[in-house]
Nanobody
Framework: QVQLVESGGGLVRAGGSLRLSCGAS????????MGWFRQAPGKEREFVTA????????HYADSVKGRFTISRDNAKSTVYLQMNSLKPEDTAVYYC??????????????????????WGRGTQVTVSS
């Protein structure tokens, strides 16, 4: 059974930083494409970033480019999301997801929720102004 468990969320002031982690079990992590999504109250879940198994192919949503960085440690079966220069509009529940795909050619492909097979329960990130 695949399990994805996010951690690292919290309350931070605008301009601050947080690092989210997602530990995975029950899947071949070093072959899995991993992604981060977020969902703010009253809004649809939206794509944040995705990384292929080797870390060589990464996609970011325009809204986080230059501020967020995704990385992975295959030895620890963990994917990370470093979030810098946080803004109040980054406030959301952040979800980790795994995909059966080996890579995505475009951000549009990476952003499609149905391309992901397993989801974590999320971790809350709140950015105060």
């Amino acid at each position: 059974q695949v399990q994805l468990v996010e951690s690292g969320g919290g309350l931070v002031r605008a301009g601050g930083s947080l690092r989210l982690s997602c530990g995975a079990s029950g899947l071949t992590f070093n072959a899995a494409l991993m992604g981060w999504f977020r969902q703010a109250p009253g809004k649809e879940r939206e794509f944040v970033t995705a990384i292929n198994w080797s870390g060589e192919m990464i996609h970011y949503a325009d809204s986080v480019k230059g501020r967020f960085t995704i990385s992975r440690d295959n030895a620890k079966s963990t994917v990370y999301l470093q979030m810098n220069s946080l803004k109040p509009e980054d406030t959301a529940v952040y979800y980790c997801a795994s995909s059966r795909y080996r890579f995505f050619r475009t951000e549009e492909e990476a952003a499609r929720l149905y391309h992901y097979d397993h989801w974590g329960r999320g971790t809350q990130v709140t950015v105060s102004s």
